[in-house]
């Protein structure tokens, strides 16, 4: 049964976009992809939220503990600046919150 002092959103099962954007996250973060990849999934991430009405707050959350997921399997020698992932992170949340904001 639903927890009436929850908000709607977090009452809410995981999506199956939502579960395929996800994993495109952690897919591109374990095997270092480009960052042009990570930034279209992390604007799927921000749209699909935003179109769910979940508070910003929560989905700064929400995509860090992604990302903190495929941490484990993430190549640990960086191969250029912007690698590690203490500096993807910190792009993702920007790029997250900047797709989240944007006017249409």
Known sequence: MPDPELPVYAN?????????????????????????????AVHEFADHARMQQIPVERVITMIKSVAMRASPAMRRAPTSAGDSLDERLAMIVRWCTARYYRVD
Request: hydrophobic residues 30%; without cysteine; charged residues 45%.
């Open 12 to 40: 809410r099962p995981l999506t199956p976009r939502q579960d395929r954007i996800e994993a495109a996250i952690e897919r591109v973060l374990r095997e270092g992809g480009p960052r042009s990849e990570l930034r279209e």
